[in-house]
């Protein structure tokens, strides 16, 4: 799961990161509205856009005006002042998913921000399940036949975004795009690496993940 924060108090936006990296996301921050509308504009692979209204540089608002206006369906969390009722009113016309009013527990974030990123992928649950797999989105728990697999984050990241786009094509760089932040190096060799674990500890039954040389992998059922 990759993450923006558009967020200028620092102390926030630190709790906010320390909480979702937490939680095995992939999350990059930004302090002003001119950089969160650059950051979009360049990375279509974030999963979940949390953007402050009262930002420097360009507003919040215009953030989200001109995010929707480009046709992207991306979820965006809003998080505003308590008393800004109109600000959050005009989020939620303007194409907002959700909001949080300052101060909120961070609890209750990640619950929100796990709903947005279902719905963002058209799932009403958050469990994911491909032939005898199973992937808990919340708990972070992969299963198969029901008896748990140990997975590093590294490697449930990964699977996460294999299973998102289970039967079709998922080239190394969308995988990288999707699972490190800005100034990460991750190569061409690394994701290699992770596929290979990843397969030594799900590959057993009718599931495997196929590579097509070149392009990338892709994580299907074999026939039976």
């Known amino acids: 799961m990759r993450i923006l ?39 279509t692979e974030f999963d979940l856009l949390i953007l402050d209204l009262g930002l420097p540089r360009l507003h919040g608002l215009e953030v989200l005006k001109r995010l929707r206006g480009r046709g992207s369906a991306l979820p965006v969390l809003i998080l505003t002042a308590a008393d800004s009722v109109e600000e959050r009113v005009r989020g939620l016309d303007l194409g907002a998913d959700d909001y949080m009013a300052k101060p909120f527990a961070l609890q209750e974030l990640e619950a929100r921000v796990r709903a947005l990123v279902r719905r963002g992928n058209g799932a009403a649950s958050s469990l994911i399940r491909h032939g005898p ?5 919340a708990g972070r ?15 449930l990241g990964l699977l996460e975004v294999l299973l998102q786009r289970a ?27 992770y596929i290979h674990r990843l397969r030594k500890k799900i590959e057993k039954g009718p599931i495997r993940i196929a590579t097509v040389r070149g392009l990338g992998y892709c994580l299907e059922k074999i026939p039976g």
Do not use: F, P
């Not at 095995?24 to 950089?35: F, K, N, P, Q, R």
């Not at 797999?133 to 989105?137: C, G, N, R």
């Open 5 to 43: 924060i558009a967020e200028d108090d620092q102390v926030l936006a630190d709790g906010l990161l320390r909480t979702l990296r937490g939680t095995g996301a992939a999350v990059d921050h930004v302090t002003s509205g001119s950089e969160a509308d650059a950051a979009l504009m360049t990375n």
């Open 141 to 155: 728990v992969a299963s198969i036949d029901g008896k748990m697999v140990e997975l590093s984050a590294r490697e």
């Open 167 to 193: 039967g079709r094509l998922v080239s190394k760089d969308q995988l990288v795009d999707r699972l490190c932040e800005w100034g990460e190096e991750v190569s061409n060799n690394a994701i290699e690496v």
């Open 133 to 137: 797999l199973t992937y808990d989105q």
